[in-house]
């Protein structure tokens, strides 16, 4: 079972990362991926990662755009040559806190997407309320085919999770909304695209699911999400592990 985005560099496991890892193996985590929000927090969670023998990513996040250089490769080069860093991110755009201005979060999308293309990693993407404008972006700069990614903590409906996979054979990152009560839309768009085009995520501390719903998530609680898709799509539960897995391995190669 791996966890293709959590942020385990965050503060709040300070007093206690090395048990919340080995909480994680003893639930089954096999790799987790520890995912950057910006140049900072990037550097932090590569360091982590090669600590624990774990992945990261190194990115800037949609919040973090109005502080992003006009050129990322001086400062992002150095740090996508390290053998831990597995995928550009997390980018892209969040209309629902609009924290930074909107033509900068398109602008280093754009400059994220070009260097993913590049160097040849696959991009984890973060949308939130922007659907469209997020799409025509991926018209004119992501190349299916020769570009891989996923969109992480994927909570759209059935029709957006098609033109996701269906026009550019992305991955849904599925993390605890899905076992939220009020997500049937969410439920609804994992059927339509089955669990082939699915990875898991936990995005803690963040998002746990039920029945963590409130408290500081981690690796660990990805079984929760596990159980809940098989039970959504009505397979086993080592199907669900396994063919994630799989899907997992080929993004990210971990
Ligand atoms: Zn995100
Ligand atoms: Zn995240």
Partial sequence: MIDTHCHLQDKQYDGDREQTIARAYDAGLTAMVLV???LEDSRRAIEIAK???LSASAGIHPHEAKNAPENLTPDFGPLLIERCVVAIGETGLDYY?????REAQARVLRAQLRLARERGLPVIFHQRDAFDDFVAILREEFVPGEMRGVVHCFTGNAEQARTLVGDFDLRLGIGGVVTFSKADALRAAVRAVGIENV????????LAPMPMRGRRNEPAYLRHTADKLAEVLAIGF?????????????????
């Avoid at 990875?199 to 963040?206: K, W």
Wanted: glycine share 6%; net charge negative; charged share 20%.
């Fill in 36 to 38: 950057g929000c910006d």
């Fill in 238 to 254: 080592e199907e669900i592990v396994a063919t994630t897995d799989r899907n997992a391995y080929t993004l990210f190669g971990v």
């Fill in 51 to 53: 600590h624990f023998s």
């Fill in 199 to 206: 990875v898991l995520e936990t995005d803690c501390p963040y």
């Fill in 97 to 101: 806190y609009d924290h930074s201005p």
